[in-house]
């Protein structure tokens, strides 16, 4: 069964092309990663400040490669979260295996 996860992202104001700009570079580095299933990227409709990441990955351990990878470590902690106002990751497990 699958792990799943929900990132949702509000960039500062005025960041909010560089966010997108940071959520493109890691998206094809993320599905590349053996234990990733899904890798997607949404934004709002409303507020072009929020993002929402939906993502799959065989099992917890692999999201947790998943934010120890290199790109994940230059890309989203050394740049992206000094550039958002707030960020929430919740992660799912099947209710039923």
């Not at 997108?20 to 094809?28: L, N």
């Not at 990227?41 to 917890?60: K, L, T």
């Amino acid at each position: 069964m699958s792990y799943v996860v929900q990132a949702v992202w509000t960039a500062r104001d005025g960041e909010e092309n560089a966010v997108a700009d940071i959520i493109r570079t890691i998206t094809p580095l993320s599905r590349r990663e053996p234990g990733n299933l899904v890798y997607q990227a949404h934004v709002s409709v409303d507020d072009p400040r929020r993002f929402m990441i939906y993502e799959q990955y065989v099992d917890a351990a692999a999201f947790e490669a998943h934010r120890a990878s290199e790109h994940f470590q230059k890309h989203v902690v050394g740049d992206c979260l000094a550039r958002l106002a707030s960020r929430e990751v919740v992660a799912y497990e099947p209710l039923d295996p």
